[in-house]
């Protein structure tokens, strides 16, 4: 998924209600605390998700959300991102893959 096509998911409200729903049960699985205000914008979210895993280990959420480091690496050295920003993206990408892939096969 593009960026441009990530925030026209995120703005769909339905879709995106499920959305922090689903990132907020997978942090909470994972002992993360996840209590920012959560805007309906891709940047946004990637600039949260960065602060908070900036101050967490995040190990189990990736585990919890299904994220492997080569995906991480792959995604980095791909789009030439640092590495926080590349977790942060990945989770968007995943939690609302899980949405959507629930909504079409509910």
């Known amino acids: 998924m593009q960026k441009n096509e990530l925030d026209n ?10 959305f922090k ?3 907020l049960k997978d942090f909470e699985m994972a002992g993360i605390q996840l209590d920012e205000v959560l805007l ?7 600039l949260k998700l ?3 895993l900036l101050k ?3 190990e189990a959420l990736l ?6 480091e080569e995906q991480i690496k792959n995604y980095c ?7 926080l920003t ?3 993206e990945l989770i968007i990408k995943r939690e609302l893959q899980k949405v959507i892939f629930k909504i079409n096969y509910k």
């Open 56 to 58: 967490n280990k995040f």
């Open 86 to 88: 590349a977790v942060s």
């Open 77 to 83: 050295s791909k789009n030439e991102i640092d590495f």
């Open 40 to 46: 309906p914008n891709f940047n946004d979210l990637v």
């Open 63 to 68: 585990y919890r959300i299904d994220i492997s």
């Open 9 to 18: 998911y995120l703005i769909n409200h339905k879709l995106f209600e499920l």
């Open 50 to 52: 960065k602060n908070l």
């Open 21 to 23: 729903k689903q990132i």
